[in-house]
């Protein structure tokens, strides 16, 4: 089976899941839906994507652009199996009764609030539990990270307490609306929403989070500090645990990967999707393991570690793979993802 997906909302992210899509064996781009003419629109156009219309999205304004429109939303969404909303935050909420005068399954993003969809949902975290479902959430890039890393934890050695402080971007690199300003802001709603929201993916996991935000827009930063049931021998260990596990990047101190700069050049040098680094990224120098207290810090680079995980929503959606290892594996290897590489 090949799955017909629309992707309604072609910003930061939904152009990188509609290219994520093309890329998969078994799913198939039926179009893109845009509000407005823009050099995305263009770009999806030039990649031969048929563009629909979003939202009030206006029939002239793109003809007079010289971009073809195929027909509106609800067409896109009568050629698909599925929706893969990338709209800005809240406005998912209200693409929902779109969706379901359609009846079509319906995958959401992280700005929307978990009651959104029918469960949230993190392919190595929770894939079995969100099999069958008619929607989903994929929960936003910090929770993401969180909810990978508290899976390799939680099987290999149980987690007593968890945590994180998040060192937050103050806007994505295209943003001319807000930040970087010059400063530190810490975010008084405490603990900050990413605990909860990780939980929405483990129940009762043992979590508190708490962020600042600062004048970046390379990548978010966790600093974890992690009390572990059954800690393993070495700190050594726990590098190969992460190491041979997908979607894990580690950065050995012989690569003078310093921090984020390095992390994004490296990126850039390796040219995967919109030269994206999807993976949670680790430091080696920065795993220590103290008796049962383990600390690391993993770098989340908010643009595009969601996309390999709305694949794999789809996946489960259909339940097109037998487990979750197998979706995984399928869908890094159509986006060029290295496989994990225990012992290297
Ligand atoms: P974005 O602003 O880059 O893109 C959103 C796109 O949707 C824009 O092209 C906008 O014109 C379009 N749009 C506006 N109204 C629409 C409507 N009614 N219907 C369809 N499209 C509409 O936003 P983004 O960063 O891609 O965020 C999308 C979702 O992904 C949000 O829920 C966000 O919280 C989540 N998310 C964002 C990031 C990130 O760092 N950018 C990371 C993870 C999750």
């Not at 629109?41 to 971009?67: C, D």
């Not at 599925?82 to 998912?92: L, N």
């Not at 929770?126 to 008619?134: F, H, I, L, S, V």
């Not at 595009?304 to 489960?316: T, W």
């Amino acid at each position: 089976m090949r799955v017909r997906v629309a992707v309604n909302g072609f910003g930061t992210i939904g152009k990188r899941v509609a290219d994520a899509v093309v890329r998969q064996p078994d799913m198939e781009l039926v179009g893109v839906a845009k509000t407005r003419p823009s050099f995305e629109a263009r770009r999806a156009v030039e990649k031969g994507y048929r563009l629909f219309l979003a939202g009030t999205g206006q029939r002239s304004e793109f003809e007079a652009a010289g971009l073809p429109v195929a027909g509106t939303l609800a067409d896109l969404l009568r050629e698909s199996d599925i929706v893969v909303d990338a709209a800005p935050e809240k406005v998912g909420a209200e693409n929902r009764k779109l969706y379901a005068e359609e009846r079509k399954p319906a995958i959401y993003q992280g700005g929307e609030k978990a009651g959104v969809a029918e469960a949230s949902f993190n392919a190595l975290g929770n894939y079995e539990a969100c099999r069958g479902k008619k929607s989903l959430r994929v929960v936003s890039c910090n929770t993401t990270g969180i909810a990978r890393a508290g899976a390799v934890l939680s099987a290999a050695y149980g987690i007593e307490q968890w945590e994180v402080t998040l060192v937050r971007r103050a806007s994505d690199p295209a943003e001319t609306k807000k930040g970087p300003i010059n400063g530190i802001l810490p975010t008084f709603h405490l603990p900050s929403h990413h605990g909860p929201d990780a939980q929405t993916i483990f129940p009762g996991l043992p979590i508190t989070t708490t962020a600042v935000v600062v004048p970046t827009t390379l990548m978010h930063v966790h600093v974890n500090h992690v009390r572990l049931q059954r800690p393993p021998r070495e700190g050594r260990e726990l590098i190969e645990r992460f190491r041979s596990t997908p979607r894990f990047h580690l950065f050995a101190p012989w690569e003078r990967a310093e921090g984020t700069p390095q992390v994004m050049e490296f990126a850039r040098d390796r040219g995967i999707g919109h030269n994206d680094m999807m993976e949670n990224v680790l430091w080696e120098e920065g795993v220590r393991l103290e008796g049962q207290d383990a600390y690391f810090f993993q770098g989340i680079h908010q643009e595009s570690i969601v996309v390999p995980e709305n694949i794999d929503a789809i996946r489960a959606i259909f339940d097109l793979a037998p487990d979750a290892a197998h979706s995984i594996a399928m869908t890094d290897r159509a986006l060029g993802l290295p496989a994990p590489r225990p012992g290297a």
